[in-house]
């Protein structure tokens, strides 16, 4: 880093550590702060204005609102709050209402009036429009955050959220002001143009999936409002039925244009996003220095006539504009005052110092906005442009070296021309490695230890996938400007934007090794250590031998599994014992996981799930790594309720799966079906009388038998009655596992007949009073019942009934919702051992 063309990297690094540290504090660090500001001035020089950062982001996290997943212990969950506050986010459309962003001035419950400034998710239920943002309201709710999963790698609660049933409780207290007034206009007409171009648009498709009258409750590029995405009701019918050929959708242009245009991308297909985030292509759906840089330069060429100043104004005008439209986010915030640094050098006719404009932008945000730097985007907005502006340019001059030395020899003209483009061609290719390498790996200490997957192949696909982007941003710009002057124009462009839009969803193709998909359970040290380590070897002017072996070995600890976790040993040493079998219950809230292991072999059975949302990635993807899990021998699916179905059919673009085990009951379900359709498994369908291997596990089906008419669609009502059921032995114990199975259905169990006695029993349906009868607790008598439920579910899981029916049968019960992750291991002829390491407080 070169301090002369950057004075104001050393203040900004020293705020964002001190915004980032005092935001942890419980106290007001002020007296802390004067120290440093005195023992800065002592000290001088570029220390002492790091000191003086540092100072200054203590001071603006003591007065600043806290992040949004902060505590709030003064809160009760249970009871109603009304919350003043200002809306500071667009509002966003879902299926079931709305959705923005609330600085929260003052909160009352009860008779306690408390002064909390905390920005949080605001959702309001219904079809009536909100007020505009900027509008300052009184609103009245329930204020809570989702849980989080004890699970070895441990999912921690949501962000905070005001929940409000309907537009009668929500009172204006003030309008909004100018600058938000005309946000809101613009962003309102832009959504009512692209909406209209969509019913112009819309038309039958091939695949059978359903039309809907708003976009998804499904949150972009892994952010947190995934986690406060609503569990499925476990006493509902499933959502995923699908219909034959009677629907239609939207098609996927439009929603490549709400996407890049609007950063909205909950209309792209789930499985399309997940391609691009395991790809390490899930920040080209991010509104960021892409879409100012494009829309800027538009302005310049449309305004080429106009003398030199203007033009540069008009070029910050417009991106301003964006701005307003899309919404304060993160990434947008910083291209935005970056553009606006760069515009102001240029009419000063000073070139613009790209370094030096992200110190001043990223530091001042973090004081004006302290909240900001315990977001997850701002964190890689910054960090993946820093690894551009100061990591490229040395990996491109390090990668290029030699290259402009070798002696020009006579040809002729046309083998001159040759090298020229061959040469050019290369710089290309060198300057865009070097850029994508630089910005994923300063991100890559925050993005792997939440996200846990990266992708080797991620920087090449970067050289190709930037580039089309920012074609595809064009069209797609030039598309809603069409829209907002002719609807039906912009429909018979259509199938333009539909072309444009099929290659975000290659990624999805294939498993993912196919596209260099590495998941890992990783430390941010291990991160730390791995990116620095490699940054050293990549700019080692000779490629010093002694950090390869560190690079390897600062990598094995980013991936490794984590301390506590099963060996993934398929078979053991010569001479020793054979590894444990193990029954692992995942904690995955008000929903079932079981993992069953045999050393290196692994089966899942159900996967958990919220409705909307990537509960794979976030959920279900760290506990199986925590547990030393990188690939599924198996899943099996008992039925394709979400709580159920979701999380496996997500997983399943993650880790490799060698198999996927169905009954034939749920052909044409829409989980189900997406399921089936996983790249590179086969498919296996069960019924009563099936059998099964995996390692040391006997895995025999109970329930249902083979339907007599395969065509029928299952009603609603009937997923839990044809729930899948196993009966799962190993190392001289077993394990009855019965999904959400009801009483009718254990009944029909239990008249079949067989040896059902085991020492294990997963209670059905989350222990719900309408599961777990006497007929088959009678005929499997177990010692040991587990239950998955959520903490503090609505429904009452597991009901009182069905816990008194297990302790007067002398059963022990564990469950979730206390207890979290619950390990069962045992060896051939030796006793059961039980564990719960990362049990919630």
Excluded at 372 to 385: I, M
Excluded at 468 to 475: D, I
Aim: hydrophobic letters at 50%; a positive charge.
């Amino acid at each position: 880093m070169d301090l002369r063309t950057a004075p104001a990297a050393l203040p900004a690094l020293g705020i964002l550590a001190g915004v980032a540290f005092g935001l942890r504090l419980a106290w007001l660090p002020v007296p802390l702060a004067l120290a440093l500001l005195a023992a800065a001035v002592a000290l001088g020089g570029g220390f002492g204005r790091l000191v003086v950062g540092l100072a200054a982001g203590l001071l603006a996290a003591a007065i600043g609102p806290g992040p949004s997943d902060g505590s709030w212990p003064e809160i009760d969950p249970g009871r109603p709050v009304v919350v003043v506050g200002e809306v500071v986010e667009p509002w966003r459309r879902l299926e079931w209402g709305w959705r923005s962003e609330l600085r929260t001035e003052r909160v009352r419950q009860g008779q306690a009036v408390l002064a909390l400034p905390r920005r949080l998710a605001i959702e309001l239920a219904g079809e009536e429009p909100p007020p505009p943002m900027g509008s300052r309201l009184r609103a009245r709710g329930y204020l809570g955050r989702p849980a989080g999963y004890a699970n070895r790698l441990p999912v921690p609660p949501g962000p905070w959220r005001l929940r409000i049933k309907t537009r009668r409780l929500l009172d204006v207290v003030e309008a909004p002001g100018w600058v938000s007034g005309v946000s809101g206009r613009l962003r309102a007409r832009v959504e009512e143009a692209l909406a209209a171009a969509e019913r112009a648009g819309r038309s039958p498709t091939a695949d059978g999936s359903r039309a809907r009258a708003g976009p998804p409750a499904s949150a972009a590029n892994g952010s947190p409002d995934e986690a406060a995405a609503s569990e499925k009701d476990p006493g509902a019918g499933s959502p995923n039925r699908a219909g034959r050929g009677a629907e239609t959708t939207l098609r996927h242009g439009h929603a490549l244009v709400r996407a890049l245009v609007l950063g909205d991308p909950s209309e792209l297909p789930p499985r399309w996003r997940r391609g691009l985030r395991r790809t390490g292509l899930a920040h080209l759906l991010a509104v960021s220095g892409l879409h100012a840089g494009l829309v800027a330069g538009v302005m310049l060429l449309v305004a080429a006539p106009l003398p030199r100043p203007v033009r540069i104004v008009l070029a910050l005008v417009a991106v301003a504009g964006y701005l307003a439209l899309v919404g304060p986010r993160p990434s947008m915030l910083r291209a935005s005052g970056m553009a606006l640094i760069a515009g102001v050098a240029l009419l000063a006719r000073r070139g613009p110092a790209s370094a030096n404009a992200l110190a001043v932008v990223a530091g001042g945000l973090a004081l004006a906005r302290p909240e900001l730097v315990a977001e997850l985007g701002f964190r890689l907005t910054v960090a993946a442009t820093a690894g551009i502006v100061f990591l490229a340019p040395r990996l491109e001059a390090a990668w290029s070296a030699g290259d402009g030395d070798r002696k020009r020899v006579a040809v002729d003209p046309e083998a001159a021309g040759r090298e020229r483009r061959r040469r050019a061609a290369s710089r290309w290719l060198v300057r865009g490695l070097a850029a994508t390498v630089g910005a994923q790996l300063a991100s890559l200490p925050f993005a792997l230890p939440v996200f846990h997957l990266t992708s080797w192949a991620a920087p090449l696909l970067n050289v190709v996938a930037v580039p089309y982007t920012a074609l595809a941003l064009a069209v797609c710009l030039g598309w809603t400007a069409l829209a907002l002057v002719s609807c039906a124009a912009a429909a018979a462009m259509v199938p333009l934007l539909d072309a444009l839009a099929m290659p975000f969803g290659w990624p999805a193709a294939g498993p993912p090794a196919a596209w260099g998909a590495v998941a890992a359970a990783a430390p941010a040290a291990a991160c730390w250590a791995f990116a620095v380590l490699a940054v050293a070897w990549l700019l080692a002017p000779r490629r010093r031998l002694w950090l390869v072996p560190a690079v390897a070995a600062g990598g094995w600890w980013c991936c490794a599994a984590p301390p506590g976790a099963a060996s993934p040993a398929d078979d053991p040493a010569a001479g020793e014992p054979r590894p444990p079998v193990s029954l692992t219950l995942l904690d995955v809230g008000q929903g079932d996981a079981i993992l069953l292991r045999d050393g290196g072999r692994a089966v899942l059975v159900d996967g958990g799930g919220w409705r909307h949302g990537d509960f794979g990635g976030r959920v279900l993807l760290p506990a199986l790594l925590g547990e030393g899990v990188r690939r599924l021998d198996a899943v099996l699916l008992t039925h394709p309720d979400s709580d159920h179905c979701h999380g496996l059919e997500q997983v399943s673009s993650y880790l490799p799966v060698t198999e996927v085990w169905l009954a034939p009951q749920w052909a044409g379900d829409r989980c189900a079906d997406e399921l089936a359709a996983t790249p590179g498994a086969r498919v296996v369908r069960l019924a009563a009388g099936g059998r099964l291997r995996v390692g040391r596990w006997r895995l025999a089906v109970l329930h249902p038998a083979w339907p007599r008419a395969p065509d029928r669609l299952v009603a609603p009502g009937e997923h839990n009655r044809l729930s899948l059921v196993l009966r799962a032995a190993a190392a001289g114990r077993c394990a009855v596992l019965t999904g959400d199975l009801d009483r009718t259905g254990e009944r029909a169990v239990v008249a079949r007949g067989g040896d059902l006695g085991c020492d294990l029993l997963k209670v059905g349906h989350h222990g719900s009073k309408t599961s777990t009868g006497p007929e088959l607790l009678a005929a499997v008598r177990p010692r040991l019942a587990l239950v998955s439920a959520g903490r503090g579910n609505p429904y009452g899981h597991p009901a009182a009934e069905v816990v008194a029916r297990l302790e007067r049968a002398g059963v022990t019960l564990l469950r979730t919702d206390r207890q979290g992750l619950v390990r069962l291991e045992w060896r051939e002829g030796g006793p059961l051992r039980i564990s719960t390491p990362a049990a919630p407080p």
